[in-house]
Every structure is written in C-alpha cells, then in structure tokens.
C-alpha cells in the first residue's frame, strides 16, 4: 500500500495472515477464536449475501460437528457481513 494508506489506524504497518496453530485446528478447539475480518466484496455482491454464505457454512459444519450446535446458538457465533461505510458511520449518522 502507498506510504499515505492508513486502516484501520496509521501505526498499524503490517498485516499478516489469518492463520492457526496445528491444535488450533483440532475441532475440540473450533470456537475459541475472535476476529474481524475486512474484505473487498466482488462487484455485485452485497453484504447480506455474504452474510447468507456465512450462515450457510455454519450450518453445514453444524451438520458435520452437531455437538457444536448448542454453543453456537447460545454464543451467537456468526458470520455477519455489513458495510464498513455503514458500520463507521452509525453513531453520527443522523447528524451526517
């Protein structure tokens, strides 16, 4: 990125991967990991239908780890997209 870029604050000068430890992997240790994510979403694409994918890739791993079923409903781990224009701007919207 040129030396002006800055997100999400300037002293932020690296970004690395997303990447887990071998027994992160393991499924005993699903679901112990935060993030966020930032994408560049492919032109056409909305934030809801990635948002729908996220659900649909949730749900087929539930179909394969069922016991993971109820933490998930009571975490309310998801896989929410929503616009990062919209997202920044919620608290002073109304005045903008």
Not at 21 to 42: C, F, H, W
Not at 57 to 71: A, G, M, S
Request: proline residues 9%; aromatic residues 12%.
């Amino acid at each position: 990125m040129p030396p002006s870029f800055a997100f999400p604050a300037a002293h932020i000068k690296l970004w690395v991967p997303f990447a887990f430890t071998p027994e992160q992997q393991t499924i005993d240790e699903r679901g112990n990991e935060y993030s966020d994510m930032v994408a560049l979403l492919k032109p056409g694409t909305t934030p809801e239908m990635l948002s729908a994918d996220c659900a649909a890739i949730i749900e087929q791993n539930l179909q394969v780890y069922p016991k993971f079923r109820p933490w998930v409903e009571s975490s309310g781990f998801t896989g929410i997209a929503q616009s990062f224009l919209e997202m920044e701007t919620k608290e002073v919207r109304s005045m903008l």
